[in-house]
């Protein structure tokens, strides 16, 4: 389950997985230890990408918003849907 503090994490190092694994804290390591949140958070904002910049069908542009709301905690989809629709 993608979280605001998953979120925040992936921010902090802009999305750079090498940067977690080499300076970020154990505790931050931990939220995506045995999990495929980070590359979830990574192909989200490409889709979120592709939907801003009109580059995604409405079908695809519904299956991603649809996988978002499933795989995230509500506080964390509407902060990734606002970087859709601000």
């Known amino acids: 389950m993608i979280t605001i503090q998953k979120l925040k994490v992936y921010e902090k190092y ?3 997985e090498d940067q977690l694994a080499r300076i970020s ?3 931050e390591r931990e ?3 045995k999990n495929s949140d980070w590359f979830e958070i990574m192909n989200f904002k490409q889709d979120i990408t592709m939907i ?3 580059l995604a069908s409405v079908e695809y542009r ?3 918003i649809e996988r978002m709301k499933k795989l995230c905690e509500n506080e964390a989809f509407e902060i990734l849907i ?3 629709f601000p």
């Open 31 to 33: 939220l995506f230890d």
């Open 14 to 16: 802009s999305g750079d």
């Open 25 to 27: 804290l154990e505790t």
């Open 82 to 84: 606002k970087s859709i």
């Open 52 to 54: 801003s910049q009109n």
């Open 62 to 64: 519904k299956s991603s």
